[in-house]
């Protein structure tokens, strides 16, 4: 419902008067750049504005005399205004970047149409049909697609995860049956442990299976993860697609 001129971006904050107004100048209600190594100097900043006389730039819904002009201040202002657009241009980057890498891993393989009636038939459908076209013929009898099994919450759990593509849950996938998940560093492969510090125990099921995770999205902070379990036959049981800290498997 904001104007643009007193909209503000991800890794700041505006004040905002108790008389405020959509015509208001956008220096009367200030734009503060939120420094996330040092806290305290943004607190100080916002503490400073509150101790002072609040109008300090003439608009027209003023119904007070305007303070005498602060150069230094309008400065202050306006370089806080700047490092705060220079903060939400950077997470729209990194944003873009992540998305364009998603097209790219995507390559031209277009979701496969859903031919089944039946989720786990039409889900072994589209993992085929995803290995077939992301993976050159020539190197296929190199990377099969072992074995696996459909937990009981892992269908579920791809209905619910609405934060990534289904093509990027099915590359994940593809990377783990074909045995790939292990030397792409960018998913962070490593085994699903006990609780939730690196110290604990690994997690090992009643039947001898072990429990592993990935990032589902490459080189992604808090990316959804991809669990699943390694039978002692060498079989796969994909358990869940669940979000960064949804630890939980059966």
Same mark, same amino acid.
């Given at each position: 419902?904001?104007?643009?001129?007193?909209?503000?971006? %991800?890794?700041?904050?505006?004040?905002?008067?108790?008389?405020?107004?959509?015509?208001? +100048?956008?220096? =009367? +209600?200030?734009?503060?750049?939120?420094?996330?190594?040092?806290?305290?100097? $943004?607190?100080?900043?916002?503490?400073?504005?509150?101790?002072?006389?609040?109008?300090?730039?003439?608009?027209?819904?003023?119904?007070? @005399?305007?303070?005498?002009?602060?150069?230094?201040?309008?400065?202050?202002?306006?370089?806080?205004?700047?490092?705060?657009?220079?903060?939400?241009?950077? *997470?729209?980057? /990194?944003?873009? @970047?992540?998305?364009? %890498?998603?097209?790219?891993?995507?390559?031209?393989?277009? +979701?496969?149409? %859903?031919?089944?009636?039946?989720?786990?038939?039409?889900?072994?459908?589209?993992?085929?049909? +995803?290995?077939?076209? #992301?993976?050159?013929? /020539?190197? =296929? !009898?190199?990377?099969?697609?072992?074995?696996?099994?459909?937990?009981?919450?892992?269908?579920?759990?791809?209905?619910?995860?609405?934060?990534?593509?289904?093509?990027?849950?099915? #590359?994940?996938?593809?990377?783990?049956? $074909?045995?790939?998940?292990?030397? /792409?560093?960018?998913?962070? $492969?490593?085994?699903?442990?006990?609780?939730?510090?690196?110290? $604990?125990?690994?997690?090992?099921?009643?039947?001898?299976?072990? !429990?592993?995770?990935? &990032?589902?999205?490459?080189?992604?902070? !808090?990316?959804?993860?991809?669990?699943?379990?390694?039978?002692?036959?060498?079989?796969?049981?994909?358990?869940? *697609?669940?979000?960064? &800290?949804?630890?939980?498997?059966?």
């Amino acid at each position: 419902m904001l104007p643009g001129r007193l909209r503000f971006g %991800t890794g700041s904050v505006r004040i905002f008067f108790p008389d405020a107004d959509r015509g208001d +100048h956008p220096r =009367r +209600h200030p734009w503060i750049f939120v420094e996330p190594s040092n806290p305290e100097r $943004t607190q100080q900043v916002i503490a400073g504005f509150l101790r002072q006389e609040p109008v300090t730039v003439w608009s027209s819904c003023d119904r007070r @005399q305007p303070a005498a002009p602060d150069p230094l201040g309008e400065i202050e202002h306006d370089l806080a205004e700047a490092r705060a657009r220079i903060s939400a241009l950077a *997470a729209d980057r /990194k944003r873009l @970047q992540r998305e364009l %890498t998603e097209l790219r891993q995507g390559g031209t393989c277009r +979701h496969p149409p %859903t031919v089944y009636a039946d989720p786990a038939v039409q889900f072994r459908y589209e993992i085929e049909q +995803h290995w077939l076209s #992301t993976l050159p013929e /020539k190197e =296929r !009898a190199a990377h099969p697609l072992v074995e696996y099994l459909l937990g009981p919450e892992f269908l579920d759990s791809l209905a619910v995860l609405q934060v990534v593509r289904r093509e990027a849950v099915l #590359t994940a996938v593809v990377d783990v049956l $074909t045995g790939q998940v292990s030397v /792409k560093n960018g998913r962070r $492969t490593h085994r699903q442990r006990v609780g939730r510090g690196g110290g $604990t125990a690994p997690l090992v099921r009643a039947d001898g299976a072990a !429990a592993w995770r990935c &990032d589902i999205r490459n080189s992604t902070p !808090a990316a959804p993860r991809l669990l699943w379990w390694v039978l002692p036959d060498g079989r796969i049981e994909l358990a869940k *697609a669940a979000v960064h &800290d949804d630890h939980a498997m059966r």
